[in-house]
């Protein structure tokens, strides 16, 4: 049995992950720190309270005192961070707590996993740490670091960190770089779920830009299981790239949209880009998939009208969240402009 802290399992990713972990094995102990910012959402783990292998504790990964409790008391033997601020438009509008969560917060996760000598700590980055592609080429693991967005510097410098703490204190950690993740519970601030909200309220889908900027697309659960592999059989001290050779273009996604559920092209409305708006992903997955035998199970056509579906089933989920205390900035963001 391990015990294994997950911190922002009540966000999208960690949440899907929380939730397969413990539908698929009862060898693991899941303690479930998360803040339970906006994008947290309790409901995304319904019937998990039950499960006699799961804790949940609301509390910030900046909080040493309470990091110290924790791993006292459950003597944690795997660490997978998940938690951080994860919008690029917000941080935009503001940094400071992109900086807090993402570096801070990953500092204060680092230190106590030292000091109690966990076997395994695994810190979640992204793609976006590479910075942007032109038209040609991948990300490999070896890509310079090149962040653009103040979320993704504050990404680039908790991966780096993370990274130092194996090379100066031999820390057993592991680093995986994943592109773009839609399936079910994703915020709806997030592009897919926002287009497929936007669209079935009749409201004006809003891109930025000539809508040819390129994202490179893996199903959730396909993340999940490469994250699963890589904390238990990945080599420590490396970075792994995960993705599933799905590029798409914005406006490929947002028609597809349009044309699953029905309803017009002109709902698209073109508007002003995102700062400093980065033109291209894609990745590179050779290591993951030739060292650990990882490929993704998923085909874009299939998961994408998957996901689209739970969110025609699952109505009262997103109303509620758009409803509540984040209506003010949904409307101030995304219909207004
Ligand atoms: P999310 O915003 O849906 O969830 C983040 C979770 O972290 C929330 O539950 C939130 O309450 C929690 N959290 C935030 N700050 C915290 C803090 N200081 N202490 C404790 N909990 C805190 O994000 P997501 O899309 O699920 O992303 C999860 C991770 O995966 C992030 O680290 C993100 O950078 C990374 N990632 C995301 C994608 C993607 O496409 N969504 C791709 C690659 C990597
Ligand atoms: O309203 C929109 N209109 C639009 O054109 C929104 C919200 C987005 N976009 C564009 C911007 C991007 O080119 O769609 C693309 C995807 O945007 P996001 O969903 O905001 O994702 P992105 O900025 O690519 O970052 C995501 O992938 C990497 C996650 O949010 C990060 O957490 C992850 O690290």
Known sequence: MKTVLVTGGAGFIGSNFINHILSERDDWFIVNLDKLTYAGNLENL??????????????????????????????FNYVINFAAESHVD???????????????????????ARRFEVERFLQISTDEVYG??????????????????PYSSSKAAAD???LSFHHTYGLPVLVTRC?????SYQFPEKLIPLMIINALNDKKLPIYGDGLNVRDWIYVIDHNRAVEKVLENGRIGEVYNIGAEQEMTNIQIVKLILKHLGKSEDLIEFVKDRLGHDRR??????????????????VFEEAIERTIDWYLQNKEWWERIISGEYAKYYAEQYLTR
């Not at 998990?48 to 003597?75: H, M, P, R």
């Open 46 to 75: 319904k019937g998990i309270e039950e499960n006699k292998n799961y804790a949940f504790v609301k509390g910030d990964i900046i909080n040493g005192e309470l990091i110290d409790f924790l791993f006292t008391k459950y003597s």
């Open 90 to 112: 917000r941080s935009i509008l503001g940094s400071e707590v992109f900086f807090q969560s993402n570096v801070i917060g990953t500092n204060v996760l680092l230190e106590a």
């Open 132 to 149: 942007s592609l032109g038209a040609e080429g991948l990300f490999t693991e070896t890509t310079p670091i090149a962040p653009n967005s």
């Open 160 to 162: 780096l960190m993370a």
């Open 179 to 183: 592109s773009n993740n839609y399936g």
């Open 281 to 298: 992903y894609a990745i590179d997955a050779a290591k993951i998939k030739t060292e650990l035998n990882w490929k993704p199970e998923f």
